[in-house]
C-alpha cells in the first residue's frame, strides 16, 4: 500500500478506525502485493461506502501530502517498514503518522509517562526524574506533550540523554499548548519525535485527545500514571493501556489532595505501585538494559564557556545565543532546557533565557 492510499483511508469521514484497520487487515491479510488503488476501492466497498468517496479522499490525500511538505511533516503509512510495530498490533492503528523529527524514535523500546495537567510540584519533579532515569537506561519516554505531568517528562527524557516522543491531538504542524513550541524543537534536535495520527492543520478540538490516548499507549510496553484525579484524562490512557495488553503502573501520592484518587484507584485494582525507575523496568524484561546514547554537542558552550556565553542576569534570545555560539537553534535549545531543569538558567519575557547568579534549589 503507497502512502497516498494510507492517506485517503485515514481521511474517511462517518466511519470508525477500528472499522478501517479490521478491512486493511482483512484485504491484505494473504495479498500483500494488492494494488492500492484495489485496497482503497475494495476497502471502501468492505465499508459499504458509495464509489464517489475514492475520488474525494484521493483528492484529500494529494492535499494533505502537500500541505505536510510545505510543512516540514513526514508521512508513515501502516505498511511502510518505519511504522511502529506495537503501535500496528493494536486493533485500530492509525493508517498513516505524520511527524517532526527522527522516525528511528518509534523504534526504541519506550515506557509512557502521563498524568495531571495542573500537576503539583511533586508529581512534576517525580515525572522529571522517572523519565530521566529511564532516558538513562535507553528507553524512549513517550507522553502527551500537555501541560504539567507530560512536559515534564519530555524534560525529564532530554536532561536523561535519552529519546522522547510526543503524540499530539493537533497536527503535528499545529502546537498544542503553544507555548511548548520550544520544547517541541528541543524534542527534534535530541532525535526524538512529535507525532499526530490527525493531518497538518488539524486543530487540537477535545474529541482528538480521546483518541490520540490509544496511540500514547499503543507506542509503548506500559503506561505509568504518575498523578492523576478520579476523572481524569490519564485513565483513559490507562484504560486503552489495558484493553491493549500493556502494563499499566501508578506513583501513589498523598491522601487528602484530591488530585491522586484515580491513580490509587488504579492500583487498588492491580496495577503496580511505581516509586523507582526499578520498579517499572522490572515488570518489563529485557527493557533498559542499555545505557543512553552519550550526546556531547553543544556541552562544552556553557560548562567551560558559560561566563562569556551569558553574563549573569542578562536576558539573551535564542538568536543571540546562535550567534555567539555558532550552534544551531535545534542544539541550543535542547541544551537551554537541560540547564533550566539543572538550574542554571531561567526563563525571562519575551521568550529570552537569563543565566542565574548561583544554581536554584530545583
Known amino acids: ?201 488539524a486543530p487540537p478540538r477535545p474529541e482528538h485527545f480521546p483518541a490520540r490516548n490509544r496511540i500514547i499507549s499503543g507506542l509503548s510496553r506500559a503506561v505509568v500514571i504518575v498523578q492523576a484525579a478520579e476523572r481524569s484524562g490519564s485513565l483513559i490512557t490507562a484504560r486503552c493501556a489495558l484493553e491493549q495488553g500493556r502494563d499499566v503502573m501508578a506513583v501513589p501520592g498523598l491522601v487528602l489532595s484530591g488530585r491522586n484518587h484515580g491513580a490509587h484507584a488504579l492500583i487498588k485494582d492491580g496495577a503496580k505501585l511505581v516509586e523507582t525507575v526499578d520498579d517499572i523496568l522490572e515488570e518489563l524484561p529485557g527493557l533498559g538494559q542499555v545505557p543512553a546514547a552519550e550526546d556531547d554537542s553543544g556541552k562544552c558552550l556553557f560548562e567551560n564557556d558559560l561566563s562569556q556565553t551569558m553574563p549573569v542576569g542578562e536576558p539573551c534570545t535564542l538568536d543571540e545565543l546562535a550567534e555567539r555560539t555558532g550552534l544551531g537553534a535545534g542544539v541550543l535549545l535542547g541544551r537551554l532546557l537541560e540547564l533550566e531543569l539543572d538550574g542554571w538558567v531561567a526563563r525571562a519575557e519575551g521568550g529570552r533565557f537569563v543565566r542565574v547568579a548561583r544554581r536554584m534549589v530545583t
Open 1 to 201: 500500500m503507497d502512502l497516498r492510499a494510507a492517506v485517503a483511508l485515514s481521511l474517511l469521514e462517518g466511519v470508525h478506525r477500528s472499522r478501517v484497520a479490521a478491512c486493511l487487515r482483512e484485504a491484505t491479510s494473504d495479498r500483500p502485493g494488492l494494488a492500492s488503488a484495489a485496497l482503497v476501492a475494495e476497502t471502501l466497498a468492505r465499508l459499504a461506502l458509495p464509489g464517489d468517496c475514492l475520488a474525494a479522499a484521493d483528492r484529500q490525500a494529494a492535499e494533505a501530502l502537500d500541505a505536510a511538505r510545505r510543512a516540514g511533516l513526514e508521512a508513515i503509512g501502516w505498511r511502510d517498514v518505519r511504522y511502529p510495530r506495537l503501535l500496528a498490533e493494536i486493533h485500530d492503528p492509525p493508517p498513516v503518522l505524520w511527524m517532526r523529527g527522527d522516525p528511528a524514535a518509534l523504534a526504541v523500546p519506550a515506557v509512557a509517562l502521563v498524568g495531571a495537567r495542573a500537576a503539583s510540584a511533586a508529581a512534576i519533579e517525580t515525572a522529571r526524574t522517572l523519565a530521566a532515569d529511564l532516558a538513562r537506561r535507553g528507553v524512549a519516554v513517550v507522553s502527551g506533550l500537555a501541560r504539567g505531568v507530560d512536559s515534564a517528562a519530555h524534560e525529564g527524557a532530554l536532561h536523561g540523554g535519552g529519546v522522547t516522543v510526543a503524540v499530539l491531538g493537533s497536527g503535528a504542524d499545529r502546537m498544542y499548548p503553544p507555548e511548548h513550541e520550544a520544547l517541541a524543537r528541543a524534542i527534534e534536535a535530541r532525535r526524538g519525535a512529535i507525532v499526530s495520527e490527525l493531518p497538518p492543520g
